[in-house]
């Protein structure tokens, strides 16, 4: 980080090699499109970069890059929703592509037809619960790893993750993805 800080283009190399999977996996699950995921995670690193002076000493840069990353993925689902109201559209997660031609279509198209409604139901999560679920389930995180991303307590993690999973379940079992239930 001290390399970084001095304005090492290699020690910066290292980062964004060590995080850039998990950075556009991230910004794919907060704002559900391939393109923009790149992009913003793209972007991220760049400003990240430009600003890594500002880092204080001690910190470490994976929470101080998520914060980055994240404020990009807020602005642009702001942009979007200002643009056109719509969801997250599940066809761009690649997880609800078809995978191998190893299953007959039938078994391919429920599997995809039970992750559509899924990543839609996660579109439907606030913010903070979002983006819980996608560093939880989606990129392996500890809740101690969370808190530290989220600046939060591993109480804070723990009760975000219990209200977004439930919240999931309502919206999954209704598949209307309607309701109104208490999130905290």
């Not at 970084?4 to 980062?15: M, Q």
């Not at 991303?149 to 009760?159: E, Q, Y």
Request: aromatic share 10%.
């Amino acid at each position: 980080m001290q390399r970084c800080r001095g304005g090492s283009r290699e020690a910066f190399e290292v980062f964004v090699n060590r995080y850039m999977k998990d950075a556009y996996f991230i910004a794919l699950g907060l704002v559900g499109n391939r393109e923009d995921a790149l992009d913003l995670s793209q972007e991220a690193f760049v400003r990240a970069y430009r600003n890594i002076k500002q880092v204080k000493p001690g910190r470490k840069f994976f929470p101080w890059f998520y914060q980055i990353l994240k404020n990009l993925c807020i602005s642009h689902l702001r942009k979007r929703r200002y643009r056109r109201a719509s969801s997250l559209d599940a066809e761009d997660c690649p997880e609800v592509a078809a995978s191998a031609d190893v299953f007959s279509p039938d078994v391919v198209a429920d599997r995809n037809e039970v992750k559509g409604k899924v990543w839609e139901a996660i579109g439907k999560l606030d913010e903070k619960h979002r983006e819980v679920i996608i560093l939880r389930h989606f990129r392996a995180m500890s809740y101690d790893q969370i808190a530290e991303a989220l600046f939060c307590n591993k109480g804070t993690v723990t009760s975000r993750l219990y209200y977004a999973r439930k919240r999931l379940q309502e919206l999954l079992e209704t598949g209307k993805g309607g309701g109104t239930s208490g999130l905290r």
